[in-house]
């Protein structure tokens, strides 16, 4: 079992920055990595994937240019760094674990954490 524990969500000003920070109980590098969003009244979408392949990373159109996933898995960690945040960026962040393949396709990661909320608002 692989347990994922996220941290660094608050409430943050549009225009500004976070850093969202998975911890999990072990990491290697043949684990896909992503984090995903819910927003209230919205399905669970996919932002970001760092995949097993190294140096492969994919963003949602909507965070393209603004967020950045990156990974330690000497620290069994992985962040996304989040900038120009949008209200539309409200919504409950989650990271999960694939342990298989090569992407983060949202109905098929193996282990979820229990999700961070952020909201961004004047």
């Known amino acids: 079992q692989l347990q994922l524990v996220e941290s660094g969500g608050g409430l943050v000003q549009p225009g500004g920055s976070l850093r969202l920070s998975c911890a999990a109980s072990r990491l290697t590098l043949y684990h896909n990595i992503g984090w995903f969003r819910q927003a209230p009244g919205k399905e669970r979408e996919g932002v970001s994937c760092?995949?097993?392949?190294?140096?492969?990373?994919s963003y949602a159109d909507s965070v393209k240019g603004r967020f950045t996933i990156s990974r330690d898995n000497a620290k069994n960690t992985v962040y996304l760094q989040m900038n120009s945040l949008k209200p539309d960026d409200t919504a409950v962040y989650y990271c999960a674990v694939r342990t298989v393949g090569s992407t983060c396709p949202v109905d098929d990661m193996n282990y979820w954490g229990k999700g961070t909320l952020v909201t961004v608002s004047s």
């Open positions: 760092s995949s097993s392949i190294q140096g492969i990373t």
